[in-house]
């Protein structure tokens, strides 16, 4: 039996190959950061991780998570119900709330988890969820697994919202769905229209603030900071693995009776295991020494804003961003694989994105800023994109 199944599959890698969207892994031997060490022995300058506020190797973060291995040991070996409930989870959930100024907070093991989780047991078939068609597959995946009817809006089209919304107004209840930040463009949700329209259709909101929690808004609250709205979304599920540290974990925050059932219904909150002790700890102290002070937040903002003025200037065609995801176009699927290789052989490390990631013929190289990163860093990235850009006749 296996033979044939084995040679199904060996068809299916090859035409991933031959397509040229076979990913293959590079292999880190340093902890996470601006400057990374791989195991060709090479150094280079990283700009495609999730690590915002620089907090993935943060000697207070991997203080507390010591100190959380010490005096609360390695794993739960339990789901949360049962015995798998730590001290750290309950501050940790009360901390994220008082964050997002929400009522209360669910963790889940990722976000993907709270995505996945979130729809199925707040909705049936008698309501809608309109969602953004660009939304993260985590959303798209619980949405299937929920029984509402599905309205799709294309990304950030108001005037689509508006006509799914008028077609959604014979289910009972309505619930808009969108990424604060999308992660190939950078573009953030337009959260007051949203909020308008929501009022004005009897909808609930819920915003995905994995790449906008810690980055957008002056404090890094995401986009209800952004547009001066805290606590108008009745749901924000976000991670604890890009802004906010880096290692894993997931939550959903918002209103309470909402964050009551999920503890009560949430397949994968019920079903899969409580995250370890430490992660909970140093999720603590990474809300602590977000609200302490706005370093890192201000030193994030002052990054992005240099670096995507800096390549602008240089004539490259980026993106409209208020992030800190920089969408740098070339259009070519190919180019955009040779670039970031010409790019990675000055030091730099970015990875191109092309179909199916993005629409066809919209091939770009992606760059995510970090409060990791030195004003040298940024600078050495922006003159490998202008030879790099020269090299290529990307720019004349
Ligand atoms: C990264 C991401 C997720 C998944 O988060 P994990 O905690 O890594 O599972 C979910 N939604 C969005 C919008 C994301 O960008």
Known sequence: MYTDYQKHLEKIIDEIKESGLYKSERIIISPQGAEIELNTGRKVLNFCANNYLGLSNNPELIKAAKRALDDHGYGMSSVRFICGTSDLHKELEEKISRFFMTEDTILYASCFDANAGVFEPLLTEEDAIISDALNHASIIDGVRLCKAKRYIYANADMDELEEQLKLAQSQRFRLIVTDGVF??????????????????????????????AGVVGETGRGVTEFFGMPGRAEIITGTLGKAFGGALGGFTTGKKEIIELLRQRSRPYLFSNSIPPLVAAAGIEMI???????????????????????ISNLGFDIRPTRSAICAIMLYDAKLSQEFAAKLLEEGIYVIGFSYPVVPRGE??????????????????????????GRETGVLK
């Open 183 to 212: 992660s190939m463009d950078g573009n953030v949700a337009p959260f007051r229209r949203i909020a308008e329209l929501a009022d004005l259709y009897n909808a609930m909101i819920m915003v995905d603030e994995s790449h906008s």
């Open 288 to 310: 602590g020494m977000m609200t302490r002070n706005n370093e890192l937040q201000d030193k994030l903002h002052r990054n992005s804003e240099y670096f995507i003025s800096r």
């Open 363 to 388: 091939a770009r190289i992606r760059v995510q800023l970090s409060a990791a990163h030195e004003r040298e860093h940024l600078d050495a990235a922006v003159s490998a994109f202008e030879k790099t």
